[in-house]
Structures are given as C-alpha cells and as structure tokens.
C-alpha cells in the first residue's frame, strides 16, 4: 500500500467526521421517533460557536464545548416546541435553520466586523494526533486528524450499544416505536424525546466544531453548505439502524474526497461540488430498490412524532 | 369581545411578525445599535418613491417563490429547493434566448416557457421519488436542487462564458430577447404581470376547481384523501411540476429583464427562495394571501441594503427575522390548544 492511498483514507476520514456526529443526533431522534432536520442549522450554529469560542479564550477545546452547549440549548426550541408541545417538527427546523444562517451572518459582523470568512490569525484548532505517527496504517490515517474524529466513532459504537443493552435505549426505542405502548408503561415519552434532542443538538455542536476547528481553521459563512441535510439523508438511507451509519457517511466522506482529489488534476469545481448530493441522492434510490421491495408512500412523514 | 378578537385569523400572523420585530430590535440592541434607526433605514429604503419601480420587481419574485412553496404546501409537502428551480429556469431561459436565433417575437415567450417545462419537470422529478422510493420530497428537493445550481454554474464559467470578462456571467442578450419594461420603468417588467397572472390561477384553481379540493385534502388528511379515491402519488406529480414551473418562470425574468444576462449566484443570493417560504408559510398556505405576507418580506430584503448603509445594522437580520417568524408560526400551536383547552373549561 502506498502512502497515497492512506492519505485518501484520512481525507475521507475527515470530510465523514462531521456528517458523522450530524448523523447519529439525528438517527437517535429518529428511534425516539422525533423527525429532526434542523441539523443542518445547528452544525452551522456549533461551527461558529466554536471558532467563537476557541478566539475569545484562545483555547480549541474551550470553543468545542462553547459549541457543544450552546447548540444544546439552541436546540431546546425544537425539542420543547415539538415533543412537548407538538408543533410541527419540520417548520421549526426550517425557522432554525434560517436563523441560524441569518444570526452567525449577523454576529460574524457585528463581533467580529467582517463578513464571508473569518480566520484571525492565531486562532487555535483542535490539536492532531502527532503520537501515533510511525504506527503502521493507524499512524498514516489518524496522526494528522483531530481527536474529534476517533471519538466520533467511539460515540456511535457506545450509542448502538446503549441503545440494545441498557434499559434506558430500550425505553428510547419504545418511546419510537410505540409512544401509547410506553406511555402505558409509565415512561415519559415527551421526556424521552425532549432529552434525545437536546443531546441531539449538542452532537451537532461536535459536528460544526469539528467542521470549523478540525477539518479547518476558519468559519465562513453557510460553511456547512448542506452537511446537515447529507446527514438527514444517512438516518433516512440506514432506516434508524445506529450502527450501518459510519458505513453511509465514510461512503459521503469518499465522495466528498475524491471530489477535492479530481479537482486537484482539473475536474471543474462545480461537478465535484454537486457530486456528494447526487451521489447522496442515487444512492438512496438504489438502497430503496435492493433493500426494501416493499411499496412505501414515504409523502412528509405526519406521523413521525405522536 | 376582546376574546371574539383575537380569535380573528389575521391574529396569528400579525402577532408572529409583531413578536418577530420585537425580537430583532432585542437582537440589534444586544448588538449595541440602535432598532428604531435601523427599522426607520428599512421602511425609508423600500418604500422610498425612487425605489418602488425595484421594490415592486422584487415583490413579484418573491410572491413567485411563494407559490413555488405555497403549492405543494397545499398538500402538506415542502419544496426547499426552490433555489435549483429558479436557477435552472434562468439557465434555460438564457439558452433558449440567445443561442437558437429565435426571431425578435417569439424569443421572449419561448425562452419563458421553455423555462417553465425545463425547471417544471427537474421538480416533478420528487413527487416519484417520493412514491416509489419512499424518499421525502422535502429531502430530494434539497439534494436535487445543489447539483441544478451546480449545473448553471458550469455553463455560465464555460460554454456560455463572456469572453475576457472577469466575473462569471454570459453576454448580454441580444435587444430582441429583453423582456418588455412597463412604460419607461427600469425593474418592473411584464414578467410582474405574468407572475400576477399566475397567482390569480393558483387561487382559482386551488379554490374553485376539483383538483384544488383535492390537493386541500389530502393535506389536511392523507389517509382520507387515499380512502375517498384521490391518489395523493399523481397529485404530488402535479403539485410539484407546476411549483417547478412557477419558480422557472421567475428565474427566466430575472434574466431576461435588467442587466439582461444570467449572472452565477445572481439569482440565488438575494435569497428570494426562503423570502418566499417564509411568505408561505406565514400565509398558511392560502393562496390569496401570499401576496400580502410578501409584502413583509419584500420589504426586509429591499430595505435591509439601506438598513446596512445608514443604521450599520447588517443586512443579515432579514433572515434572523425570517427565521424567527418561521420558528413562532410552529409553536402558535401551543396558544391554539390553550385556548381550546380554556374553552372546555369554561
């Protein structure tokens, strides 16, 4: 194996990570049958909360958990308006999403008097992992990755095993499954999911501070561009299944490098940009027609939140 | 009598951008200027005498974009990829215009309706998704609608490129293809007119005609709708052909009008898409009402600019107060069920 391959590995690692952290908040809200697509808007959020963050206190991992709380708590609009107060989940993702495209436009101008990208010098990302260089295939891929993306997959191995070992996945998986069934059990359903939200929003939190401080070190405006959305698709593309999803998103994430890769010996930018969306897209399609031969009327899920 | 008044239905709507401008003169306080300034820019910039001629272009795109959401909206589905419609309707319309050698007469038509099948049939595309491959239209609109965009940025950088010009944009079309200005005025075109004309038939056909009903009931309630007959998979078909075709036909008279030429991103930054969900939205889908919700929105996106200039307050608080117009629709659900809960107990 050449060190050209591995490095394609890492960057496929990289452009997954946080489609990765996107993807099991949204897959968790979806055993607790709560529809959630307002990723895309908290990512966006987490990614400027932590580059926010990481220049106010000079510290990368003070921005991470800077982004991880407050996109928990900027999520607790969706998570009390639709689980305990089951307005339409889709509206409000579709309010927050805008707002959150529209507020980190509006504070990248008024904190810090610029508009497009910001990338002050000096701004600290998340440290690499220099220390497993020399480990053979483990040092190739990951000595040059943040921490984060390790822990990504660590998060999805330990919320696959919670959600079929302990009692508390078992109720979460009811409450989705079966809401008047655990209702008559006497588990909070509404609790349930409202929790399952926010945890949902703080993984998004993961997800934008890995985007803005690990993949890079700058926030731009809108620079999810539509990773939240890719996100949304995996839940959908895995039907819940917590553990196939590293599968979808390494499969986004080699896309997305392969993209940078064909670019880089002069594809035009704008193919290797729609690349991922229609790939995305395709894939769908196909998973539909060889998984499940079942005819489905998958019209707005109504139903999804009880 | 007070309770009879805010039972009127302009209460909810009113109420959610009364509390959204409050909001937004919180947020720019926080940001240590001044709201009453910057609402001042707002209404002075978009209303201003020499300015209605572009206020008015503006609203008429913005009220093609409502539609573009409020239709399928009719029947509970949502259409977020009002971008890539827009901008492939504009693409094709610049094809059709400049490239095939259409006489002066026709160029015009042609180019818009060609615009319309072109962008009408790339949306139809989601309503099979949908029922066959059980993929949500409001996921496959948002996935389509990137690689569209992607598309026309393609063309517009290389076959359709104006030589030694720096910027990405194509030639400006031939005098022919310019679509007609009302009287001597600049912005505001005959295209105002067509997107009138449509939105006059969309509210006949959504309230007058049989598939309206139809499109009505199944959004109100699938499962009867699929029990009395309707087949909710055809009427996704339509719905979102003629959301396409609207949102074709705005996107050809942006480029057909003033600078008379496809600019990239020309057609998607001024953020007319989400304007008009917004609009949409706020309307709760009635036809009738979209014009008059996008007032509002019009209003923001064309005095924001001066917002910016002459209150320093940045142009992005329109989308801030989008966003939470959005956010207080969804959850008036809660003061509805309050009321009705009041209701039982009295």
């Known amino acids: ?306 | 009598m007070i309770a009879r008044l805010t039972r009127h239905p302009a209460v909810v709507p009113i109420g959610a951008v009364v509390l959204a401008i409050l909001i937004g003169a919180v947020v720019i306080l926080l940001a240590g200027l001044n709201p009453i300034d910057a609402y001042a820019a707002v209404l002075q910039g978009s209303l201003d005498v020499r300015n209605l001629d572009y206020t008015f272009s503006v609203w008429g795109f913005i009220c093609g974009m409502g539609l573009v959401a409020a239709i399928p909206l009719r029947m509970g589905e949502f259409n977020l990829g009002g971008n890539g419609q827009l901008v492939l309707g504009g693409i094709t319309a610049y094809v059709v215009a400049s490239q095939l050698g259409l006489p002066g007469i026709v160029a015009v038509p042609f180019a818009l309706i060609a615009a319309m099948l072109v962008s009408g049939g790339f949306a139809a595309v989601s309503a099979p998704l949908a029922t066959r491959f059980g993929i949500p239209i409001i996921i496959s609109t948002l996935l389509l609608s990137p690689v569209a965009v992607a598309v026309a940025s393609y063309l517009v950088r290389f076959p359709l490129a104006e030589k030694g010009s720096g910027n990405a944009q194509t030639p400006v079309l031939p005098e022919d293809a310019h679509i007609w200005s009302l009287g001597d005025l600049r912005y505001t075109t005959v295209g105002l007119l067509l997107i009138i004309a449509v939105m006059v038939i969309f509210y006949v056909v959504d309230s007058r005609s049989a598939v309206g009903f139809e499109l009505r009931v199944t959004g109100a309630n699938r499962r009867f709708g699929e029990y009395a007959g309707l087949k909710p998979g055809r009427l996704a078909l339509g719905a979102m052909g003629s959301a396409g075709a609207v949102a074709g036909l705005v996107g050809a008279i942006i480029v057909l009008s003033s600078p008379y030429r496809f600019i990239d991103g020309a057609l998607i930054s001024p953020g007319y898409t989400f304007a008009g969900l917004a609009a949409a939205l706020l309307a709760g889908g009635r036809p009738a009402l979209v014009p008059v919700t996008a007032i509002l929105f019009t209003i923001l996106q064309v005095g924001g600019a001066s917002m910016e200039r002459t209150a320093e307050v940045p142009r992005q608080l329109s989308d801030v107060l989008q966003g939470v117009v959005i956010v207080i629709l969804a959850l008036r659900v809660v003061l509805d069920r309050r009321r009705a809960g009041a209701g039982k107990d009295s």
């Not at chain 1, 690692?13 to 968790?28: D, E, K, N, R, Y």
């Not at chain 1, 401080?213 to 731009?220: A, D, R």
């Not at chain 1, 991922?276 to 897209?281: G, N, V």
Request: glycine share 12%; net charge positive.
């Open chain 1, 1 to 306: 194996m050449s060190i050209f391959e591995w490095s394609f590995v890492a960057a496929v690692l990289t452009s997954a990570t946080p489609i990765l952290f996107a993807a099991l908040a949204g897959a968790l809200c979806a055993q607790a049958g709560v529809f959630n697509i307002a990723l895309e808007g908290q990512m966006l959020w987490g990614a400027f909360a932590a580059v926010a963050g990481s220049y106010y206190t000079g510290n990368a991992w003070a921005g991470v958990l800077v982004a991880v709380l407050s996109t928990a708590i900027y999520s607790v609009i969706l998570a009390v308006g639709a689980a305990r107060w089951k307005a339409d989940p889709i509206i409000i993702a579709i309010g927050t999403n805008l707002l959150s495209l529209g507020l980190t436009g509006f504070l990248l101008r008024v904190l810090f008097d610029t508009s497009g990208s910001f990338a002050p010098q000096g701004l600290n990302g998340i440290g690499t992992m220099p220390f497993l260089k020399g480990i053979p295939v483990i040092g190739d891929v990951f000595a040059g990755q943040s921490v984060l993306v390790p822990l990504a997959f660590v998060l999805i191995v330990a919320a696959g095993l919670w959600l079929r070992l302990t009692p508390g996945g078992l109720r979460l998986r009811g409450v989705g499954e079966h809401p008047d069934a655990a209702a008559t059990l006497g588990i909070g359903v509404a609790r349930y999911q409202t929790w399952v939200t926010i945890l949902g929003g703080g993984l998004c939190g993961l997800a934008g501070a890995q985007l803005s401080l690990g993949n890079v070190t700058l926030f731009t405006e809108n620079m999810t561009a539509g990773r939240g959305w890719i996100a949304v698709a995996a839940v959908i593309l895995v039907a819940n299944k917590a553990f196939w999803l590293p599968v979808a998103c390494l499969g986004f994430g080699a896309a997305e490098a392969l993209g940078f890769r064909l670019q880089g010996i002069g594809a035009p930018q704008q193919l290797t940009d729609a690349a991922p969306y229609a790939i995305t897209l395709v894939v769908l399609v196909i998973m539909r027609v060889v998984v499940t031969r079942r005819r489905t009327h998958a019209l707005t899920p109504k139903e999804t939140l009880v």
